[in-house]
């Protein structure tokens, strides 16, 4: 469990230095609705 943390942890950080370097924040919305749901198939499914 404490691997699959981290993994998720190591993602997000990634996830929000990717978003500093974006600009738009339309693209930003798009992108955090899609990977929530892409997220949720994965995990519920």
């Known amino acids: 469990?404490?691997?699959?943390?981290?993994?998720?942890?190591f993602?997000?950080?990634?996830?929000m230095v990717i978003e500093l370097l974006i600009?738009?924040?339309?693209i930003d919305v798009v992108?955090?609705?899609?990977f929530?749901?892409?997220g949720y198939n994965l995990f519920a499914c």
């Open 1 to 9: 469990m404490r691997r699959l943390i981290g993994y998720t942890l």
């Open 31 to 34: 992108l955090i609705l899609f």
């Open 23 to 26: 600009e738009s924040i339309f």
């Open 36 to 38: 929530l749901l892409l």
């Open 11 to 15: 993602w997000v950080a990634a996830g």
